[in-house]
Structures are given as structure tokens and as C-alpha cells.
């Protein structure tokens, strides 16, 4: 059964938990829908949908917390316990958290509550990829560390995008590029299991001196899997990376070269239908046939 098939059996189980059975989510079925241990589902479902399965299922819970706050008679308290809370003072912080507004105060005013809709798994377009050989190239940038637990870089990340376009980095980095074709790089570093973080840097290829402040990074000659990814971001490279997890890998298992993963985003509007981003993948071996080393 293909990944697309589980995670939506998944999806299922958690909502008959939730709202059928108001029970826990059971780990072992999860793992046995899924053919393999709770861990590795958890990385899966976090590459193919942007966020934690732990955080989706809490924002789930939060959601349907909503519905009954507003549509039933039910005490707080007893919605508390229904979700899973501990107490009633750990779910007006997590309801004020995701709503912005306390429980109480929810209820008793005509308020726009927070949803996060049950996820529905469409099937997935066809992205253009090809095997591409690239001479060796610098990358000039800035980087920060993010924790992986609970799919938090996925949070972090754009927020570091944000950051550096109001701190003055973004018109800094433009200002670096010498590269063929004009773009800014997202870089990931593997992730460290010992502290569960990651580095990520946004670059660009620049052959200029290195300014106070930013980090450097020589990258070899490689054999590269490119991903077109058309439409606006975010949401194009995240579908990018949900095929390249959720179907590209399956069809085509490859050696991963030692050598960082990397996002690119073309100059343009980000936000227009027509926009460019891509996706590397270092991969062992390759030509421009696009043959390379598979497992």
C-alpha cells in the first residue's frame, strides 16, 4: 500500500479516536497501518505535511474543543478531560495559545475561533525533475539552529525568512549574488539525533568577500536530483517536498551523497502562479541521461 493510502487510514483512525471513541491515539495501530515503527511514521507524516503529527493532533483536539465550547452546553472542565487534559488551567492555556482567546471568554462573546480541518489527502500532481552534474560552487549566508522535535523547524523556519528580511540580511544577500541565475538557497543540514536539532541557512552563491557576521560554505562538484516547483510559496516547495517523500522516493530509492539538501527560490514575485522554486537532492553518481546510484 502506497504512503498516500496509510496516512489517510491514519488520519481516519485519529479522528474515529477523537470523536467517535474520545479516545487516545493508539501508537501500535499507527505503526501497524503504517508498516513500520511510530518514530519513523512520525518523520514521514512531518516531511509529507509540514507539521508534527503530535502538533496536528493537538490542533485537531483544539478544534473540535471549539465546536463543543460553542455548540454544547458542556462545563469546561469536562471538554478539558474529554481532550485529554490534565486540568482545566493546561487547557485554557493551550485553547488561549491556539484561539487567542480563553475558553470562558470564547463561549460567552461572538468570537472567530481557530480551525484546523481534518486532512485530506489529494493525489499528487506530477513535478518535472531531472539528474543534473554542477561544478562546485560557495555559498555565502546567514544560519541559525532549530530544534527537529515535533516538526518545530517547520514553524522556525519561515519565521528566520521573516527575520531576515526585516533585519537588512535579505537586501545584504541580494546584494552578494554572483551567481549564472539570481536566487536565494535554503540549506538543511542533516539532523543532529544526539540533541535533535538542525542548521539552517539561507545563501546565496557569491564569489565576494565574506561580511561580519555571515557564514561561509564551499560546496564540491555534485550530482544533483532537481525539482521545478511552479506557484506560489510556501506552498509550492512544501508540495515539492510532499511528492519527493511521499512518491518520488519510492519510485526512485537513491544513495544520498554526503552533502547538504537545498531549497532554491528564483528572483520574481514568489506569490505569482508562474513562480520558480526548487528543490536539490545530492545523490551519488549521475549523468545529464539521469541515471545514478540507486539502492
Known sequence: MEWNKKLQLIIDH???NLQAREEPVDREEISRIAGCSFDFFQKVFSYMNGMGFAEYIRFRKLTLAGYDLKSTDMKIVDISYKYGYNSPTSF?????QFHGIPPK????NEVKLRVMPKLQIAQRRQF????QRKAGFRLIGKTIRVSCADGEHYEKIPGFWSECQKDGTYPVLR???TGAQKGMFGLFSPCDEDVDEMEYSIMVISDKSLPAG???LELPEQTWAVFDCRGPVPQAIQEGWKYLNGEWLVRYPFRHAPCPELEWYSDGNPYGEDYLSQIWIPVTGGNENGTFGLL
Open 175 to 177: 546584494s552578494l549574488d
Open 92 to 96: 485554557t492555556k493551550a485553547f488561549q
Open 214 to 216: 555571515l557564514t561561509g
Open 128 to 131: 518535472s525533475w531531472q539528474v
Open 14 to 16: 485519529v479522528e474515529h
Open 105 to 108: 471568554e470564547a463561549r460567552e
